[in-house]
C-alpha cells in the first residue's frame, strides 16, 4: 500500500516558478515508476512528466519539455516537479501517482494523491 500526498500548488504569474512535492509512505515506493499528471476544468486527465523506479528515466510531455523537471528522492520518499517558466495554460489540478506499468498512461496507475492546485496569472 502506498500513500501521495501532493503540496507546493498556488499562484503565480506567467514566467514565475513552483515546485511541486509528492511525499509518499509505504514500504514498496522505491519499487514503483512515478508520475505526475494534471486536469483543467472541462479536461480529461493528461500526463506531464514520469520517472522509472530507479530514477534513471524519464519523460516528459511535449507541452512542459525544456520547462518542467522531475525527480525523486529515496532517502526522503518524495518526489519533485520543479516548473519553470510557467504559462497560463499551465492552469490545472496537478496529480502524483505511482504505477507499476507504463507510467505515461494513466489508465495503468495504482495509486493517486489528492491533488494539488496550480494557478498561473497572464
Known amino acids: 500500500q502506498v500513500q501521495l500526498v501532493e503540496s507546493g500548488g498556488g499562484l503565480v504569474q506567467a514566467g514565475g516558478s513552483l515546485r511541486l512535492s509528492c511525499a509518499a509512505s509505504g514500504r514498496t515506493f522505491w519499487s514503483y515508476a512515478m508520475g505526475w499528471f494534471r486536469q483543467a476544468p472541462g479536461k480529461e486527465r493528461e500526463f506531464v512528466a514520469g520517472?522509472?523506479?530507479?530514477?534513471?528515466?524519464?519523460h516528459y510531455a511535449d507541452s512542459v519539455k525544456g520547462r518542467f523537471t522531475i525527480s525523486r528522492d529515496f532517502a526522503k520518499n518524495t518526489v519533485y516537479l520543479i516548473m519553470n517558466s510557467l504559462k497560463p495554460e499551465d492552469t490545472a489540478v496537478y496529480y502524483c501517482g505511482a504505477t507499476r506499468n507504463n507510467y505515461a498512461v494513466a489508465l495503468g496507475y495504482d495509486y493517486w494523491g489528492q491533488g494539488t492546485q496550480v494557478t498561473v496569472s497572464s
Open positions: 520517472i522509472n523506479w530507479s530514477g534513471g528515466s524519464t
